[in-house]
């Protein structure tokens, strides 16, 4: 597979990473640890070096997939994880950036992970009373011994990243970005582009809607937190099944799928751009990484871009609770 670099850091990783969240957090039921650790080798035998996961998936028990997955690998992957919640009685209870937090919480990492520095490590939520100055200085410590490697930040606002980036300079910022979020473009893009810091979309296929295989009638298991997520109710469903025609079109077109089209319209925005699909099946691991083949020309883009102004998007990203742990 194709490389990218992320922004001016010099971090070089495979053009499509892989987000492992979905693995056993969050998408319904946990897939067997066995089965998961196969997907993950799967995807390194495909060409994806790049790998994301987080304390709070699980929690804990997705960084310990992970790190059981990739220690074959360790050389030849990178690997990132975030902090920034407080975890009590397993569940989020929280976010909490204190610099004794994120120290801790990179102790935890590091031995779930089985690995002696994260290459690349998020503050998974900006935390409005912890100055974001004091968290780029606790992370800007633990590069300085050696058990961090690269510094990021996850659904932060432009100017949170302009005051963590003097501090201690961002190799990349992770937040939702797709043909059906594209908050991005108004001013994270363009710091982003400024400063020098590569961007790592989450929930490029829409959580799985950009894929063209969901419908007013898809149901969602009681675990799937897309069960209750405005977007995927019946109504957002039917209402957005417009940007999926959008996306049917260009795939017959191109001969490819609605998938490759929304995952290689994200690659052609910028060359430090990196989104991180993540499946439970390889099938679909496969179709993702085939992606990064799509060629859009300039004129395809326009078209793409031109339908999509034209189709409003029906349905919040998150329910109120979720979109106050947001940035934004």
């Known amino acids: 597979m194709k490389k990218r670099k992320l922004g001016n850091s010099g971090l070089e990783v495979s053009a499509l990473g892989f987000g492992c969240m979905g693995l056993n957090f969050s998408y319904g039921q946990p897939m067997d640890k066995a089965d998961a650790i196969a997907l993950l080798r799967a995807?390194?035998?495909?060409?994806?070096?790049?790998?994301?996961?987080a304390e709070v998936y699980g929690p804990?028990?997705?960084?310990?997939?992970?790190?059981?997955?990739?220690?074959?690998?360790?050389?030849?992957?990178?690997?990132a994880t975030k902090f920034g919640f407080n975890i009590q009685d397993g569940k989020m209870a929280g976010v909490n950036s204190q610099p004794a937090h994120i120290k801790a919480a990179v102790e935890g990492s590091l031995k779930r992970l089985n690995i002696e520095a994260i290459d690349l490590l998020y503050q998974h939520r900006v935390d409005p009373n912890t100055p974001i100055e004091e968290v780029a200085g606790a992370v800007k410590e633990l590069?300085?011994?050696?058990?961090?490697k690269h510094f990021g930040m996850s659904e932060a606002g432009a100017q949170t990243i302009r005051?963590?980036?003097?501090?201690?300079p961002l190799t990349a910022l992770q937040s939702e970005y797709s043909l059906w979020t594209r908050k991005p473009e108004e001013d994270i893009i363009p710091t982003l582009e400024e400063l020098g810091i590569g961007f790592v979309p989450f929930s490029p296929l829409g959580r799985g809607f950009l894929t063209g295989k969901m419908n007013v009638d898809t149901k969602f298991?009681?675990?799937?937190?897309?069960?209750?997520?405005?977007?995927?109710?019946p109504e957002a469903l039917k209402a957005n099944q417009s940007l999926i025609a959008l996306l049917d079109k260009f795939a017959t077109e191109k001969g490819t799928?609605?998938?490759?089209?929304?995952?290689?319209w994200l690659l052609a925005q910028k060359p430090w751009i990196v989104p991180i699909p993540g499946t439970t099946k390889i099938n679909r691991l496969k179709e993702n990484i085939g992606a990064a083949n799509v060629e859009l020309t300039a004129d395809d883009l326009e078209?793409?871009?031109?339908?999509?102004?034209?189709?409003?998007?029906a349905g919040d990203r998150y329910t109120e609770a979720g979109e106050k742990m947001t940035g934004l």
């Open 257 to 264: 799928t609605t998938a490759q089209i929304a995952l290689g």
């Open 163 to 168: 005051k963590a980036h003097a501090v201690q």
């Open 303 to 313: 078209k793409i871009n031109a339908a999509a102004s034209k189709i409003k998007i």
């Open 43 to 53: 995807a390194i035998e495909n060409g994806v070096t790049f790998f994301d996961t």
């Open 221 to 233: 298991d009681s675990h799937d937190f897309r069960s209750n997520n405005p977007r995927f109710q």
């Open 60 to 79: 804990y028990t997705n960084e310990e997939i992970v790190g059981e997955a990739l220690a074959p690998f360790r050389n030849e992957v990178v690997i």
């Open 143 to 148: 590069i300085a011994e050696g058990k961090v």
